[in-house]
Each structure stands twice: as structure tokens, then as C-alpha cells.
T-cell receptor, first 116, second 116 residues
Framework: AQSVTQLDSHVSVSEGTPVLLRCNYS??????LFWYVQHPNKGLQLLLK??????LVKGINGFEAEFKKSETSFHLTKPSAHMSDAAEYFC??????????????FGAGTRLFVKA | GAVVSQHPSRVICKSGTSVKIECRSL??????MFWYRQFPKQSLMLMAT?????????EQGVEKDKFLINHASLTLSTLTVTSAHPEDSSFYIC????????????FGPGTRLTVL
């Protein structure tokens, strides 16, 4: 069965320091993997997506994630946190269905706090 | 870029009444849309897949008669919570694929439902 595990419910960093949000997945197929960000009272925004083209995926706002098949991980990183990065982050897996289409499964989310 | 809108953004209703939530794709067509439910400080849970011109596909454990979905056109899907009860209070989010054959989604801003 497909699943997504975000290893930290919340992460706190100081502004200007690196960010690491951890995600592990399990899937019977070769899934698409995503990171979405949710700011308060706003819709989810796509940060980046992994298909199979490259294991290191660069996204918006300086974020990137590395797909490691051997570790079934897709951790999100950013070299230097900004106050505006404070939000909820979701790791997402999308698996194809037998009947066509796909099913999206969300991780539990990681709340990122950025201290001045 | 493409936008998905939801209306209303917030709704408060009395127990036993029905509430309709609209999800629109503003500048693109969506033969498929998805409905999610998000409890406070929790992740998104896929409720159902809305299919234009055919019946919606519900995830296991989601009551079809409770959550009526109608995909009336290529730009509109509606979710009706029938005979709402306080336990139906939640944040409902819709999404639509960014294009045919892609599993990357645009998400709506969500609708906060409070049942008194």
C-alpha cells in the first residue's frame, strides 16, 4: 500500500540557517513525488515535483529535494531559511490507479517555524 | 497561471441543513477534480474524485449519500454536505489536474465549514 511519512511534525530554524524537512514514502509503483506548501488562509502551492528525469529536483523559492530510491526518501531542503518560509509543508505521493487516473496521498505535514 | 477557486470561503450552518460548496477552474478545463477534507492541524484526506459527465468515485469510508458530488461542466464541480452535523465541520479543499494526463494539481483555497 502507498504511504507517506513525514518524520517531523514541526521543525524550528533560525533565519538564515538551512532547512531540512524529511519525507519517506512507500509505493508499489514508480510514483510521482511532490512537495506542497500551505500558508495560512491560502491554497496549497506546488514547490517541486519528482518524476524520473533527475534525482535532484529544484523548486521555487530556493527549495530543492533529492529522490533516493534506496532509502525511499524525498527530503526537502533549503540552504537559508527566510521568515516568509514559515508555513505547513506536505510531502505527497501520486500513484497510478489500475482503473486509470491517479490517487494522491498526503503526508501528515510538517510545520516550519522560522525564528528571527 | 491557472487558478482554482472555491465558494464560499467560509460557511456556518445549523445542524440538519445542507451546504453546497463550489469548485471552479477559472481559465482551464478539468474533466476531473478532487475533493479533500482537512481536519485542524492534520493532513488532507482524499474524499472523492469528481468526473465530468459521470459518477464520482468515492474513497473507502466516505459516504456517498452524505457527500454528494456533481461535476456539471468542464469548469465546475460541487460538493453538497447533506444533513450536516457538527462532526462534518472541517476544511474542504478541491483540486484539479494542471492538464490532461498529469498528476500535478492546482488547489483551491479551501472552504471552512462550521456546523452548529
Amino acid at each position: 500500500a502507498q504511504s507517506v511519512t513525514q518524520l517531523d511534525s514541526h521543525v524550528s530554524v533560525s533565519e538564515g540557517t538551512p532547512v531540512l524537512l524529511r519525507c519517506n514514502y512507500s509505493s508499489s509503483y514508480s510514483p510521482s513525488l511532490f512537495w506542497y506548501v500551505q500558508h495560512p488562509n491560502k491554497g496549497l502551492q506546488l514547490l517541486l515535483k519528482y518524476t524520473s528525469a533527475a534525482t535532484l529536483v529544484k523548486g521555487i523559492n530556493g527549495f530543492e529535494a533529492e529522490f533516493k530510491k534506496s532509502e525511499t526518501s524525498f527530503h526537502l531542503t533549503k540552504p537559508s531559511a527566510h521568515m516568509s518560509d514559515a508555513a505547513e509543508y506536505f510531502c505527497v505521493v501520486s500513484d497510478p490507479r489500475n482503473t486509470g487516473g491517479f490517487k494522491t496521498i498526503f503526508g501528515a505535514g510538517t510545520r516550519l517555524f522560522v525564528k528571527a | 497561471g491557472a487558478v482554482v477557486s472555491q465558494h464560499p470561503s467560509r460557511v456556518i450552518c445549523k445542524s440538519g441543513t445542507s451546504v453546497k460548496i463550489e469548485c471552479r477552474s477559472l481559465d482551464f478545463q478539468a474533466t476531473t477534480m478532487f475533493w479533500y477534507r482537512q481536519f485542524p492541524k492534520q493532513s488532507l484526506m482524499l474524499m472523492a474524485t469528481s468526473n465530468e459527465g459521470s459518477k464520482a468515485t468515492y474513497e473507502q469510508g466516505v459516504e456517498k449519500d452524505k457527500f454528494l458530488i456533481n461535476h456539471a461542466s468542464l469548469t465546475l464541480s460541487t460538493l453538497t454536505v447533506t444533513s450536516a452535523h457538527p462532526e462534518d465541520s472541517s476544511f474542504y479543499i478541491c483540486s484539479a489536474p494542471q492538464g490532461k494526463g498529469t498528476d500535478t494539481q492546482y488547489f483551491g483555497p479551501g472552504t471552512r465549514l462550521t456546523v452548529l
